[in-house]
């Protein structure tokens, strides 16, 4: 492939941040120096590479999407292809101009307008005032906020954000789009106008790349996909050949993840043990997961507990939040916690539990906990064909009345 057919080109990029370990940040200049002096003088630090070795290139007007589990690099990737930061290595080529929507926050002066930050995100682009007016009328209906444009965005909730950003970054005159999975605040009707949007752009020869976990959102939207594991690029190809490499990497995934010191979270808990009692369920049936977790370490106040359990594309299809049902754990004492779920109809396939301890920030994040089958048996008295059960990410416990 010619470089003029490429819209963007990169070679073994990486990304590589110092991570301090002298323990907690100083917040006073004694403590500073006290915390100088005990290192003899030197700061103690560990590397961490958030990216490593990563290559590849995109052809103009694909939707590509960008996938993998949290911490994969996926969100370092697009800052570092918007120019959000540099890299520590590699190299990156454009070929065109780039609009994006990053994490809800970035993009926009906080004491602007959201009427003068379109046209400061224009003149960013190189655009003049002419050619920001020519789609300033586009950019405010698909937004849906035109009462709030006079309105500085440091007051925008974070659904007026995404709406006015992504409105901005899609309709301007760019080669590329990039896409973080910031869409999720906003409401079902607009991320389905926005999926259409994305690939609107794409069918018009732009270049579109999504960053999400949402698989079946990529599946709906790209072309081609590339996975990040840990750093690594470890496929790139067909949307289908990237969700199937997504499922298969699952197992070193979750063995990287049973070792609680390279688990996200302060440590503070960290659980021992998550199980269920067998691996294989009915649809319909209770689903009930097991867990430990130890005393805690200087640790004041109760925590709670949140699990969420996901289908095989990587969608949270329950959230079991403790703090619903009013349960909290109490970090002087070891725990021994059940969670039982009831009511959910689950459909056939893998679904996978991820366990979150959190107070005031995140104790403990062990994704993968456990993973666990719904045996291909309907819960329903008759059977059909496959068409009147594949819609729908679960079943319903429904019934039909019917009055002549």
Sequence with gaps: MSGDDSAIRVADLGKTYRLGATGERPSTAAQAAFQWLRSTGRMKYTLFDALDAVSFEIPRGQAVGIVGRNGAGKSTLLKLLTRVTSPSRGRIEMNGRIGSLLEVGTGFHPELTGKENIFLNGAILGMTRKEILKRYDEIVDFSGIEKFLATPVKRYSSGMYVRLAFSVAA??????????????????????????????????????????HQ??????????????????????????????????????????????????????????????????????????????????????????????????????????????????????????????????????????????????????????????????DLPYPEFTESSGTEKGLVFADFAYEGRS
């Design 171 to 212: 309709h301007l005159d760019t080669e590329i789009l990039a896409i973080d999975e910031v869409l999720a605040v906003g409401d079902a009707e607009f991320q389905r106008r926005s999926i259409a949007k994305m690939r609107e752009a794409a069918s018009g020869g732009r270049t579109v790349l999504y960053v999400s």
């Design 215 to 376: 698989l079946q959102t990529v599946q709906a939207l790209c072309s081609s996909a590339m996975l990040l594991d840990r750093g690594k690029l470890v496929y790139s190809g067909t949307v289908d050949g990237t969700l199937e490499a997504y499922r298969d990497s699952f197992e070193s995934f979750a063995a990287a993840q049973s070792d609680a010191t390279k688990r996200p979270g302060n440590g503070r808990v960290r659980l021992d043990r998550v199980w269920m009692e067998d691996e294989f369920v009915k649809s319909g049936e209770d689903v009930v997961v097991d867990f430990t977790a130890p005393r805690g370490k200087n640790l004041i106040g109760a925590y709670f507990v949140s699990m969420h359990i996901n289908n095989d594309q990587g969608s949270v299809i329950s959230q079991c939040d403790s703090r619903l049902v009013g349960t909290w754990f109490d970090p002087e004492e070891a725990q021994t916690g059940r969670l039982v779920i009831r009511n959910l109809w689950l459909k056939p396939g893998q679904y996978t539990v991820d366990v979150y301890v959190c107070q005031a920030g995140v104790l403990d994040a062990w994704e993968g906990a456990w993973r666990f089958e719904v045996l291909p």
